[in-house]
Protein backbone atom coordinates (compact mmCIF):
# COMPACT_ATOMS: atom_id res chain seq x y z
CA UNK A 1 0.00 0.00 0.00
CA UNK A 2 0.92 3.44 -0.63
CA UNK A 3 1.98 5.75 2.01
CA UNK A 4 2.45 9.51 2.56
CA UNK A 5 4.70 11.12 5.21
CA UNK A 6 4.48 14.80 6.78
CA UNK A 7 7.38 15.02 9.10
CA UNK A 8 6.59 18.30 10.53
CA UNK A 9 3.34 18.41 12.46
CA UNK A 10 3.58 22.56 12.73
CA UNK A 11 6.01 25.25 10.74
CA UNK A 12 6.44 28.81 11.66
CA UNK A 13 7.57 31.18 9.32
CA UNK A 14 7.72 35.64 9.02
CA UNK A 15 5.90 37.30 6.56
CA UNK A 16 7.47 37.77 3.22
CA UNK A 17 10.01 35.09 3.85
CA UNK A 18 10.45 31.43 2.65
CA UNK A 19 9.18 28.02 3.69
CA UNK A 20 9.37 24.46 2.79
CA UNK A 21 7.17 21.55 4.07
CA UNK A 22 8.03 18.29 3.48
CA UNK A 23 7.42 15.05 2.14
CA UNK A 24 8.14 11.25 1.49
CA UNK A 25 6.17 8.64 -0.09
CA UNK A 26 6.43 5.32 -0.80
CA UNK A 27 5.15 3.26 -3.39
CA UNK A 28 5.90 0.78 -6.35
CA UNK A 29 3.94 2.16 -9.02
CA UNK A 30 5.86 3.98 -12.08
CA UNK A 31 2.70 5.91 -13.37
CA UNK A 32 1.72 8.40 -10.61
CA UNK A 33 0.61 12.16 -10.02
CA UNK A 34 1.87 14.13 -6.48
CA UNK A 35 -0.58 16.73 -5.04
CA UNK A 36 -0.41 19.40 -2.48
CA UNK A 37 -3.67 20.83 -0.89
CA UNK A 38 -4.51 23.75 1.44
CA UNK A 39 -7.08 23.51 4.29
CA UNK A 40 -7.78 27.38 5.51
CA UNK A 41 -10.02 27.23 8.40
CA UNK A 42 -13.34 27.22 6.59
CA UNK A 43 -11.70 23.37 5.71
CA UNK A 44 -12.41 23.53 1.91
CA UNK A 45 -9.64 21.79 0.56
CA UNK A 46 -8.03 24.08 -2.18
CA UNK A 47 -5.27 22.16 -5.39
CA UNK A 48 -2.40 24.12 -4.74
CA UNK A 49 0.35 22.52 -7.18
CA UNK A 50 0.22 19.05 -8.72
CA UNK A 51 2.85 16.99 -10.10
CA UNK A 52 3.24 14.25 -12.53
CA UNK A 53 5.69 11.86 -11.59
CA UNK A 54 6.71 11.21 -15.80
CA UNK A 55 8.26 14.81 -15.84
CA UNK A 56 11.08 15.57 -14.86
CA UNK A 57 11.15 19.45 -14.53
CA UNK A 58 9.38 21.06 -11.46
CA UNK A 59 5.94 22.46 -10.95
CA UNK A 60 5.51 26.13 -10.26
CA UNK A 61 2.40 27.87 -9.25
CA UNK A 62 3.06 31.76 -8.58
CA UNK A 63 4.83 31.70 -5.55
CA UNK A 64 4.73 27.97 -4.98
CA UNK A 65 6.82 25.37 -6.41
CA UNK A 66 8.08 22.00 -5.52
CA UNK A 67 11.09 20.04 -5.24
CA UNK A 68 10.39 16.70 -7.10
CA UNK A 69 12.98 14.21 -6.14
CA UNK A 70 11.94 10.65 -7.91
CA UNK A 71 14.76 7.86 -6.62
CA UNK A 72 14.33 9.84 -3.37
CA UNK A 73 10.63 9.91 -3.40
CA UNK A 74 10.58 13.36 -1.74
CA UNK A 75 7.68 16.37 -2.84
CA UNK A 76 8.68 19.10 -0.68
CA UNK A 77 6.39 22.33 -1.66
CA UNK A 78 8.38 25.85 -0.80
CA UNK A 79 6.54 28.61 -0.40
CA UNK A 80 8.18 32.23 -1.74
CA UNK A 81 7.20 35.68 -0.09
CA UNK A 82 5.13 33.56 2.38
CA UNK A 83 1.59 35.72 3.17
CA UNK A 84 -1.23 35.72 6.09
CA UNK A 85 -3.51 34.36 3.78
CA UNK A 86 -1.26 31.17 2.93
CA UNK A 87 -1.47 30.23 6.91
CA UNK A 88 -3.20 26.58 6.88
CA UNK A 89 -2.70 23.17 7.21
CA UNK A 90 -1.03 22.03 3.90
CA UNK A 91 -1.81 18.34 2.78
CA UNK A 92 0.41 16.17 0.51
CA UNK A 93 -1.17 13.48 -1.19
CA UNK A 94 -0.54 10.74 -3.70
CA UNK A 95 -2.43 9.25 -6.32
CA UNK A 96 -1.97 6.71 -8.99
CA UNK A 97 -3.10 6.62 -12.67
CA UNK A 98 -6.99 5.87 -12.76
CA UNK A 99 -9.66 6.18 -10.67
CA UNK A 100 -8.25 5.52 -7.52
CA UNK A 101 -8.49 8.12 -4.60
CA UNK A 102 -5.94 10.02 -3.22
CA UNK A 103 -3.64 9.11 -0.03
CA UNK A 104 -2.89 11.63 2.36
CA UNK A 105 -0.29 12.34 4.55
CA UNK A 106 -1.46 14.12 8.21
CA UNK A 107 -0.50 17.26 7.44
CA UNK A 108 1.50 20.19 8.45
CA UNK A 109 -0.12 23.56 9.78
CA UNK A 110 2.28 26.03 8.53
CA UNK A 111 1.44 29.77 10.70
CA UNK A 112 2.29 33.10 9.11
CA UNK A 113 3.84 35.87 11.42
CA UNK A 114 3.04 39.55 10.60
CA UNK B 1 -21.28 27.54 -11.38
CA UNK B 2 -19.92 23.93 -11.64
CA UNK B 3 -19.11 22.90 -8.31
CA UNK B 4 -19.57 19.96 -5.40
CA UNK B 5 -22.93 20.16 -3.05
CA UNK B 6 -22.63 19.11 0.42
CA UNK B 7 -25.66 18.64 3.01
CA UNK B 8 -25.91 19.77 5.90
CA UNK B 9 -22.93 21.00 7.21
CA UNK B 10 -23.79 20.53 10.42
CA UNK B 11 -25.33 17.35 11.36
CA UNK B 12 -26.41 15.75 14.83
CA UNK B 13 -26.83 12.17 15.82
CA UNK B 14 -28.10 10.34 18.70
CA UNK B 15 -26.24 7.10 19.05
CA UNK B 16 -27.61 3.68 17.12
CA UNK B 17 -29.26 6.05 15.00
CA UNK B 18 -28.17 5.52 10.94
CA UNK B 19 -27.43 9.24 8.94
CA UNK B 20 -26.90 10.20 5.41
CA UNK B 21 -24.83 12.63 4.26
CA UNK B 22 -25.50 14.22 0.63
CA UNK B 23 -23.23 14.40 -2.43
CA UNK B 24 -24.47 16.24 -5.78
CA UNK B 25 -22.18 17.28 -8.53
CA UNK B 26 -22.79 19.74 -11.70
CA UNK B 27 -19.73 19.05 -12.85
CA UNK B 28 -20.04 15.77 -14.94
CA UNK B 29 -17.38 14.33 -13.27
CA UNK B 30 -17.23 10.16 -13.71
CA UNK B 31 -15.46 9.11 -10.04
CA UNK B 32 -16.73 10.64 -7.24
CA UNK B 33 -15.42 9.85 -3.51
CA UNK B 34 -15.69 10.09 0.28
CA UNK B 35 -13.20 10.68 2.60
CA UNK B 36 -12.98 11.28 6.41
CA UNK B 37 -10.67 13.86 8.58
CA UNK B 38 -10.15 13.01 12.24
CA UNK B 39 -7.79 16.24 14.26
CA UNK B 40 -4.07 14.33 13.28
CA UNK B 41 -5.21 12.04 10.75
CA UNK B 42 -5.28 13.62 7.21
CA UNK B 43 -7.84 12.65 4.98
CA UNK B 44 -8.85 8.75 4.73
CA UNK B 45 -10.97 7.31 2.20
CA UNK B 46 -13.87 5.62 3.07
CA UNK B 47 -15.59 4.49 -0.38
CA UNK B 48 -15.14 5.56 -4.25
CA UNK B 49 -17.22 5.13 -7.37
CA UNK B 50 -16.13 5.27 -11.09
CA UNK B 51 -19.55 4.70 -12.68
CA UNK B 52 -23.28 4.21 -11.74
CA UNK B 53 -24.26 1.42 -10.04
CA UNK B 54 -20.45 0.53 -9.18
CA UNK B 55 -18.67 1.56 -6.08
CA UNK B 56 -15.49 0.55 -4.04
CA UNK B 57 -14.31 0.34 -0.38
CA UNK B 58 -11.64 2.26 0.82
CA UNK B 59 -9.11 2.19 3.66
CA UNK B 60 -11.84 2.61 6.38
CA UNK B 61 -15.39 1.39 4.94
CA UNK B 62 -16.55 -0.66 8.07
CA UNK B 63 -19.50 1.13 9.41
CA UNK B 64 -20.46 2.88 6.26
CA UNK B 65 -22.56 2.09 3.20
CA UNK B 66 -23.00 4.31 0.07
CA UNK B 67 -25.17 4.25 -3.45
CA UNK B 68 -24.25 5.76 -7.04
CA UNK B 69 -28.04 5.80 -8.76
CA UNK B 70 -27.17 8.37 -10.61
CA UNK B 71 -23.63 10.19 -12.41
CA UNK B 72 -24.51 13.66 -9.82
CA UNK B 73 -25.19 12.14 -6.79
CA UNK B 74 -23.37 9.92 -4.16
CA UNK B 75 -24.70 10.28 -0.66
CA UNK B 76 -22.96 8.30 2.24
CA UNK B 77 -24.85 6.11 5.13
CA UNK B 78 -23.57 6.49 8.12
CA UNK B 79 -25.00 3.24 9.87
CA UNK B 80 -25.28 2.32 13.52
CA UNK B 81 -22.18 0.00 13.32
CA UNK B 82 -19.40 2.31 13.06
CA UNK B 83 -17.86 2.81 16.12
CA UNK B 84 -16.67 6.34 16.16
CA UNK B 85 -18.24 8.40 13.81
CA UNK B 86 -18.11 11.74 14.81
CA UNK B 87 -15.60 13.34 12.00
CA UNK B 88 -15.60 15.77 9.28
CA UNK B 89 -16.74 13.88 6.02
CA UNK B 90 -15.76 15.06 2.81
CA UNK B 91 -16.59 14.36 -0.70
CA UNK B 92 -14.79 14.90 -4.04
CA UNK B 93 -14.96 13.83 -7.43
CA UNK B 94 -12.36 13.36 -10.61
CA UNK B 95 -12.99 14.01 -14.12
CA UNK B 96 -12.22 10.56 -15.67
CA UNK B 97 -8.41 10.87 -16.68
CA UNK B 98 -7.66 14.25 -15.19
CA UNK B 99 -6.34 12.78 -12.05
CA UNK B 100 -7.47 16.25 -9.91
CA UNK B 101 -9.49 15.99 -7.38
CA UNK B 102 -12.13 18.98 -6.09
CA UNK B 103 -13.90 18.87 -3.00
CA UNK B 104 -16.89 19.79 -1.77
CA UNK B 105 -16.90 22.03 1.63
CA UNK B 106 -17.22 19.16 4.10
CA UNK B 107 -20.08 17.99 6.80
CA UNK B 108 -19.26 17.76 10.52
CA UNK B 109 -21.16 15.22 11.99
CA UNK B 110 -21.40 14.68 15.70
CA UNK B 111 -22.93 11.90 17.67
CA UNK B 112 -24.25 12.71 20.99
Known amino acids: AQTVTQSQPEMSVQEAETVTLSCTYDTSESDYYLFWYKQPPSRQMILVIRQEAYKQQNATENRFSVNFQKAAKSFSLKISDSQLGDAAMYFC???????????FGKGTHLIIQP | DGGITQSPKYLFRKEGQNVTLSCEQN?????MYWYRQDPGQGLRLIYYSQIVNDFQKGDIAEGYSVSREKKESFPLTVTSAQKNPTAFYLCASNLDGANVLTFGAGSRLTVL
Open chain 2, 27 to 31: LNHDA
Open chain 1, 93 to 103: AYKRGGADGLT
